[in-house]
């Protein structure tokens, strides 16, 4: 399926004036809407997408004939139906009038809450993707019908309204009410419209005549200027790369208390939440580097998304894939000293590779039609596959026919849309115009289109190096003989580097005299390399003497834990490995080496078997510890400072004395509101939390609700979520559901709690009691039922295993939204169980 319409083409909009009347008392408001389309054959009948909208009139003209509409629902299908009794073709208008409500599900047109000192204020935030234009007015609610709109909203003089253009005219309507009106869009999709209404804090600045600014609630404009930095840099770096000047004459960073998403790529007024655009210099550099990560990410939507569009939403990975790894790209530019590679390895191959070697995975380009499914694609696949796909094909055609291509792209598709081939064709052509045979089509067809990645096995054979490529499943009872093109670096000890694309079941490489040969070297593929016992112990020991990079090392040691998680290697065997050759590979292995033994202590932490893989732990924490200290030194990397607050948080959770006794220490500090390194709050809290009874966790709540920093917020709901006590993880899972925690955060606890060695048997439980509760608080729209669904994938047993599958088959408790994520969950406690087996 290339393109999918409930509406059909025979109307098309060109255009949209809309007027709103947003009440922020009653919490509804009015509005009045012309819409101009351009209707193919003669019919008697238009049907847009409504929900939740009443329409109060409509009516139809074409020409000189005026007709009154009947209007029918159909709440299945989101649409509503206007009917005339003549039928109509060619230009014609329709012109509505409507009332909608702001409802605080954070989808359409939907209100907000924050503080100013004791008094609670609300504001007005929009955001529609991927289906909720139609919640704040009838549209044609499709990606493929781009139309401008004039856009004008009628408020009270003490607010201010927010739109995607520059505000045109101001025009008093009463004596405590005005009509703010705005610019004419560029042809857009329904999506990417913002409404805004408020008091704002606003710090702004330019770049070149463009107008930049970051709109905050009032008193956290003193938060907003790192962020407004950020967006100067990265609009000035994606305009060079791309060719092609910011499309809009302004563009406003909203940070909004409460937002399901992380952000959104409104075109010209993106929203954030307030953790992913506020900081400030007492802020963590890790999130200083999140924040760039979001910003630049929603930044490359101004051109991958807005300016060109996806037709449908099987192709979303157009806009998401290429905004995360554009975020790297720019990210990389500016601040070359995070290193920020090691970063994209981690949050997006790393990821990728996870997320895809399941069974219940889908491509890259998938078939969806419903906004359950649509809602659903918001997952790894779309974002850390594709991107990390992108960076491999970058690799593959070099910088500058990729950078070539994506300008052809985007100047052929800019103000439409367009479709994956377009893509391809636009990257094949500009390595053909610098003198490239590589066919680009064949290679990205089958990474875009064929759900998983391969596993290469490689072994010695001779003189040479024998590679058979198959599909990489977790579970060792799952075979396909599917093979992928796939563009392999090599380095072989004795330093000499290769490169060759390996599209056939297998392949050999030259390798006489050497000692050892590491595949996928520099991390640049989406593919595991699984080596031959000897081939592994002489990568170990190059990886321990320094002769491979920590991106290498990563690489290995990635693959190792697959191997191990999956049941295909025992435990002992893994923690032998590690505790020999990667105790010191450097980052960012160092800090997957902390990742894994966390989940391993979590899943293992009742069984007898464990005991080798705590004392490893223990040793691998315990020589962190004592390297990295509690102060950030000088030449420290943004990895090494993660590290230390990992280390931190982890022997905290070991009860190691050393580090309960200082985190103790600090946490008072902190309480008494004096400064301590902030890169290492969120390990303090966790270690205060583990060793900690009830009157700690009382004050970690009074601090909750003192701080102003979504990032402490979120760090201490982390914290809230590691606890021993059965009475506690009860008094945790309240307080998740309580008015303290906004909806956005409420899924925090309970995902901590699920995945903490003491709270995994709670959740399970704790969700089906809850689970209609949870089906009616969160909303398609909001993305987050899911992750309650991911959270049960630490279990191990066989007998919760069936209940929680007997409980998704029932239809009552499954909704589309989560359809992907149930056989996923399944899949992972399979393999749980199997480790299980093979190590018990």
Not at 408 to 433: G, I, Q, T, V
Request: aromatic share 12%; charged share 25%; with cysteine.
């Amino acid at each position: 399926m290339e393109e999918y319409s409930i509406l059909g083409g025979n109307v098309r909009p060109s255009n949209y004036d809309i007027e709103l009347t947003p009440d922020l008392v009653k919490f509804a408001y009015s509005g009045k809407e012309t819409v101009s389309v351009a209707i193919a054959k003669p019919t008697k009948s238009i049907s847009m997408n409504s929900k939740e909208i009443k329409i109060k009139s409509a009516y139809v003209s074409s020409g000189k004939s005026k007709q009154r509409a009947r209007v029918s629902y159909d709440s299945k299908r989101e649409t509503v139906t206007f009917s005339f009794s003549n039928a109509i073709s060619g230009k014609a208008e329709l012109e509505l009038s409507f009332t909608g409500i702001h409802n605080d599900n954070m989808c359409g047109f939907y209100r907000s809450y924050y503080y100013k000192g004791s008094e609670k204020r609300y504001m007005l935030s929009s955001h529609f993707e991927s289906t909720s234009a139609r919640n704040a007015f009838p549209c044609f609610d499709e990606p493929s019908f781009k139309a401008t709109f004039n856009i004008s909203m009628v408020i009270d003089k003490g607010l201010e309204a927010v739109s995607n253009m520059p505000v045109r005219g101001v025009k008093d309507m009463s004596a405590s009410k005005k009509r703010v009106s705005f610019e004419t869009t560029p042809k857009m999709s329904t999506y990417l419209v913002y409404l805004g209404v408020g008091k704002y804090d606003r710090v702004s600045g330019n770049l070149g005549k463009l107008k930049i600014s970051v709109l905050t609630v009032p008193g956290k404009g003193k938060d907003a200027h790192i962020a407004l930095d950020y967006a100067k840099r990265f609009i000035a770096f994606y305009q060079k790369y791309f060719g092609i000047d910011y499309p809009m004459p302004k563009v406003d960073l909203l940070a909004i208390p409460d937002f399901a998403a992380g952000a959104m790529e409104n075109w010209g007024a993106i929203t954030f939440r307030e953790v992913a655009l506020l900081c400030n210099s007492d802020s963590s550099l890790k999130i200083r580097r999140y924040i760039a990560d979001v910003v630049a990410h929603e930044l490359a939507h101004q051109w991958f998304g807005d300016l060109v569009t996806m037709k449908w939403w099987n192709d979303l990975w157009l806009n998401e894939s290429f905004a995360t790894f554009m975020s790297f790209k720019a990210r990389d530019h500016e601040f070359p000293e995070w290193h920020a590679y090691e970063d994209f390895i981690s949050d997006n191959i790393g990821q990728a590779l996870v997320q895809d070697q399941l069974k219940a995975t889908h491509p890259i380009n998938v078939d969806v039609k419903t906004p359950g499914e649509i809602d659903a694609l918001f997952d790894a696949i779309s974002y850390q596959k594709g991107a990390s796909v992108l960076n491999m094909v970058n690799d593959y055609v070099g910088e500058a026919a990729f950078r070539k291509g994506l300008n052809m792209y985007l100047k052929a598709h800019a103000y439409s849309n367009a479709a994956k081939e377009d893509l391809w064709d636009s990257l094949e052509k500009a390595s053909k115009a610098l003198g490239s045979g590589k066919r680009i089509n064949y290679m990205i067809d089958r990474w875009v289109t064929k759900a998983g990645y391969p596993e290469l096995r490689v072994s010695r054979k001779g003189s040479s190096i024998s590679v058979k490529q198959n599909r990489s499943f977790l579970s060792k009872r799952m075979h396909s003989k599917d093979i992928w093109p796939v563009p392999v670096h090599y380095k072989l000890s004795k330093g000499s580097t290769g490169f060759m694309l390996i599209d056939k079941p297998a392949a050999s490489i030259s390798a006489s005299d050497t000692q050892w040969a590491k595949l996928n070297f520099g991390q640049k593929g989406v593919y595991r390399v699984l080596y031959g016992e000897d081939m592994l112990t002489s990568l170990g020991i190059a990886a321990a003497a320094k002769k491979l990079l920590g991106i290498d090392s990563w690489g290995i040691l990635n693959d190792l834990f697959y191997l191990v998680r999956s049941g295909r290697m025992a435990l002992n065997q893994y923690v032998a490995y590690i505790s020999k050759y990667m105790f010191d590979a450097g980052t960012p292995a160092s800090l997957l080496l902390s990742e894994q033994l966390n989940f391993l202590y979590s899943l293992c932490y009742y069984e007898s078997f464990s005991t080798g893989l705590k004392n490893a732990k223990q040793r691998f924490a315990e020589l962190k510890y004592s390297e990295l200290g509690w102060q950030t030194r000088p030449n420290d990397t943004p990895q090494e400072r993660d590290l230390r607050n990992s280390t931190i948080s982890s022997l905290g959770v070991a009860e190691f004395a050393p580090v309960v006794g200082k985190s103790n220490a600090l946490f008072a500090r902190i309480i008494a509101g004096k400064k301590v390194n902030p890169d290492i709050h969120a390990g303090i809290y966790v270690a205060a939390a583990w060793n900690g009874n009830a009157a700690t966790f009382d004050k970690l709540v009074r601090l909750y609700k003192r701080t102003e920093s979504q990032e402490e917020k979120r760090s201490i709901l982390v914290a809230l979520g590691m606890q021993k006590s059965p009475a506690l993880i009860k008094k945790a899972f309240e307080l998740s559901l309580s008015n303290e925690v906004r909806m956005q955060d409420s899924f925090i606890i309970p995902s901590i709690i699920a995945g903490s060695p003491t709270g995994r048997n709670y959740i399970w439980p704790w969700i089906r009691e809850n689970w209609h509760y949870l089906m009616k608080k969160y909303p398609t729209t909001t993305l987050m039922l899911g992750r309650y669904v991911d959270s049960l994938s630490l279990q191990s047993d066989p007998a919760v295993r069936k209940e929680i599958a007997a409980f998704f088959a029932n239809r009552k408790n499954m909704r589309d939204d989560i359809k992907k994520s149930v056989p996923k969950v399944l899949e992972k406690i399979d393999a749980n169980i199997e480790f299980m087996k093979t190590n018990s």
